[in-house]
């Protein structure tokens, strides 16, 4: 049984920063594809960033130079540092982890936290 749980969610003013976190249990963590989507209401959930199982790191478009993904294989622990946060940045965040051949970015399915919000206001 896999169980993530995400961490570090908050309310801050744009431009601010937030660290996202994701503890893992229940699976092999260090060959995995693990990454971080994001749904705003409305919106359809999109990646956001992704480790791939060679460590290969992705980013989507909107969050490059601004996101950095790492984790932390020791801990089983993902994370997502967002800096010089927008107000298009709120969303609820979601770590996922699966095991696919696809890039990792793109696999949205697998196992999933059960999110946790972020807003950003001006």
């Known amino acids: 049984q896999v169980q993530l749980l995400e961490s570090g969610g908050d309310s801050v003013q744009v431009g601010g920063s937030l660290r996202l976190s994701c503890a893992a249990d229940g699976y092999p963590y260090s060959r995995s594809c693990v990454a971080w989507f994001r749904q705003a209401p409305g919106k359809q959930r999109e990646g956001v960033a992704a480790i791939d199982r060679d460590g290969n790191t992705s980013y989507a478009d909107s969050v490059k130079g601004r996101f950095t993904i790492s984790k932390d294989n020791a801990e089983r622990s993902l994370y997502l540092r967002m800096d010089n946060l927008k107000p298009e940045d709120t969303a609820m965040y979601y770590c996922?982890?699966?095991?696919?051949?696809?890039?990792?970015?793109?696999?949205?399915?697998?196992?999933w936290g059960q999110g946790i919000q972020v807003t950003v206001s001006s």
């Open positions: 996922r982890w699966v095991i696919t051949d696809i890039p990792c970015l793109e696999a949205d399915f697998g196992y």
